[in-house]
């Protein structure tokens, strides 16, 4: 029996949440029953670490937005590698995809939706709709997610499948050693708390408001002492670094910029926080989670659903400054409601979020919609 070939095309391969998840993907499926290849309109790292594990790439190197030629390259692809399904994530890979399957005779499309966009996007929701002939089907990661496109598309429900993100619950295990390492390379001792910010720098991610919140947190004169990593990187580096420098924290807080040691930062840790604006899944929460780390978080669409509110973690208003510094400052002064949030995190992630579960849950809407 020939495989199923899948094409996952995807916006760009720069080390982020979506991309995270298509290299997941692609590398643990079914190989006896999908052959995936995968496809981008722009590079970055992520490309080698997915041919490194023996997953065709092809990076189109479009110009821009409004690069027709992209159109035209990717259907003579999706021709070229005989695609039965072509698998979209992110508005711009969708943008394109969809008329390119079109003209390549390409008859199965689904398309993943990452996050409950906050900012100004009507055109995304009004794409969705006019193109919805084109699509078999929308996955959301959450179903906070669902809602929020329908909402927003005018879509049936019966058009949506919710397929919550996977986590390698075991890849993100506690590691003595490594927490002992780099705790001795950035010259913070045992006993001090460590809160952990992961993701990229930019205004969704919410970096100004902690800094904000952890400067409030300085002032505190009964505040316990605590530790600030910011592992990262984007466009918000420099009003990052400025907005540190102008702050009390001294040097209790270092900017890491981007790391590719995850688990090992998480193992060095004791709080993950993640002040977002907006999200869909919130990956690097459920990350911690598998670590054993409570999470204080902002209640948006995604992390309240990954987030169980004063079991796994803390939850807060968006925005609210005050509110994350008081969140941070519980946590770090009660090592046990630590230890007893961060063990009911790794419960949860493992029973609910595990990235077996997010491969079979493909595997099954793969052969559903064939």
Not at 38 to 46: E, N, S
Not at 339 to 354: C, E, L
Request: contains cysteine.
């Amino acid at each position: 029996m020939r495989r199923i070939r899948i094409c996952q095309l995807i916006t760009e391969l720069r080390p982020a949440g979506a991309e995270r998840c298509v290299l997941e993907l692609a590398r643990r499926i079914d190989a006896d029953r999908f052959d995936v290849r995968v496809a981008a309109l722009r590079g970055g790292p992520v490309a080698d670490a997915l041919r490194q594990a023996g997953i065709e790439v092809e990076v189109l190197n479009v110009r821009g937005k409004w690069d027709a030629v992209k159109l035209g390259r990717l259907a003579a692809l999706l021709r070229r590698w005989r695609i039965d399904l072509l698998h979209t994530h992110l508005f711009h890979a969708d943008l394109v995809g969809r008329p390119a399957a079109h003209l390549a005779g390409v008859r199965h499309l689904v398309h993943t939706v990452h996050v409950a966009e906050a900012r100004f996007r009507p055109w995304h929701f009004a794409f969705a709709r006019l193109a919805a002939g084109l699509c078999d089907r929308i996955v959301c990661v959450s179903a906070a997610v669902m809602e929020h496109h329908r909402r927003r598309s005018g879509l049936p429900r019966s058009r949506y499948t919710v397929i919550p993100n996977g986590i390698d619950v075991d890849a993100f295990a506690r590691d003595p050693a490594a927490r002992r390492r780099l705790r001795r390379q950035w010259a913070v001792a045992e006993d001090q708390v460590v809160a952990a910010f992961v993701g990229r720098l930019d205004r969704q991610k919410g970096p100004d408001v902690l800094i904000r919140a952890m400067d409030s947190l300085q002032g505190r004169m009964t505040s316990p002492n605590v530790h600030l990593l910011i592992a990262g990187d984007g466009p918000m580096r420099g009003q990052v670094a400025k907005m540190i420098e102008r702050s009390r924290l001294g040097g209790s807080v270092r900017l890491l910029g981007f790391t590719d040691d995850v688990s090992g930062l998480l193992s060095a840790a004791d709080i993950l926080v993640m002040p977002s604006r907006w999200e869909g899944f919130g990956l690097a929460a459920a990350e911690a989670m598998a670590a054993g780390l409570p999470v204080v978080a902002t209640r948006v669409a995604g992390l309240e659903e990954l987030v169980t509110h004063e079991r796994t973690g803390l939850l807060v208003g968006r925005e609210d400054c005050e509110g994350l510094a008081g969140a941070v400052a519980r946590v770090a002064a009660d090592p046990d409601l630590r230890r007893a949030m961060g063990q009911a995190g790794r419960d949860r992630v493992a029973a609910h979020y595990s990235i077996e579960a997010n491969v079979a849950a493909h595997e099954r809407l793969y052969a559903g919609v064939l």
